[in-house]
T-cell receptor
Framework: GNSVTQMEGPVTLSEEAFLTINCTYT??????LFWYVQYPGEGLQLLLK?????DKGSNKGFEATYRKETTSFHLEKGSVQVSDSAVYFC??????????FGTGTRLKVLA | NAGVMQNPRHLVRRRGQEARLRCSPM?????VYWYRQLPEEGLKFMVY????????ESGMPKERFSAEFPKEGPSILRIQQVVRGDSAAYFC??????????????FGEGSWLTVV
């Protein structure tokens, strides 16, 4: 079946450090891939998405490239800020109206 | 355009009571999804509804849980005789069509249920 695997957290970085959060998936066909962010006590916000192989999604300095050959969608940011502290979820949609979420990766950025 | 509205945001219930969670989808959206997030876990699909119809409830526990999306009014997720294990965040999402390739579903801010 379809699944999403994220690197476990928490990830703790200093401000302005480079961020990578790994995400790999298993799916039949050609899924769409998403990154959602959840700030403490809040709901999920769509951060970025990619709908086909080699697409790059980007938003607020974050980016992720849909790599079909490695079935990956790693999230990156060149310089994190304290305000980026949150839980990040990788998700997959394969056309059956069910979104499959990873378990989330907590990011903590220290000033 | 208002987003997906959920209420209450926080709900405390004693074991054995009933919990009712409401979700008003975005304007023009007729497809509603409920997801549950247990502590330290990702979101898990519970149920997918269209107006007056349950399309897929394969993620719902077989007992005590029910969902509806009436012709008028919000979608309701109802949990009867709550137990401590029901403590979780319940997220509603909506979309204008059945989530299609590239379509995005829009999440509400969630309802946090605590069972004491």
């Amino acid at each position: 079946g379809n699944s999403v695997t994220q690197m476990e957290g928490p990830v703790t970085l200093s401000e302005e450090a480079f961020l990578t959060i790994n995400c790999t998936y298993t799916a039949t066909g050609y899924p769409s891939l998403f990154w959602y962010v959840q700030y403490p006590g809040e709901g999920l916000q769509l951060l970025l998405k990619a709908t086909k192989a080699d697409d790059k999604g980007s938003n607020k300095g974050f980016e992720a490239t849909y790599r079909k050959e490695t079935t990956s969608f790693h999230l990156e940011k060149g310089s994190v800020q304290v305000s980026d502290s949150a839980v990040y979820f990788c998700a997959l949609y394969s056309g059956t109206y069910k979104y499959i979420f990873g378990t989330g990766t907590r990011l903590k950025v220290l000033a | 355009n208002a987003g997906v509205m959920q209420n209450p945001r926080h709900l405390v219930r004693r074991r054995g009571q009933e919990a009712r969670l409401r979700c008003s989808p975005m304007k023009g959206h007729s497809h509603v999804y409920w997801y549950r997030q247990l502590p330290e876990e990702g979101l898990k699909f519970m149920v997918y509804l269209q107006k007056e119809n349950i399309i897929d409830e394969s993620g719902m526990p077989k007992e005590r849980f029910s969902a509806e999306f009436p012709k008028e009014g919000p979608s309701i997720l109802r949990i009867q005789q709550v137990v401590r294990g029901d403590s979780a965040a319940y997220f509603c999402a909506s979309s204008p069509t059945e989530g299609g390739r590239g379509n995005t579903i829009y999440f509400g801010e969630g309802s946090w249920l605590t069972v004491v």
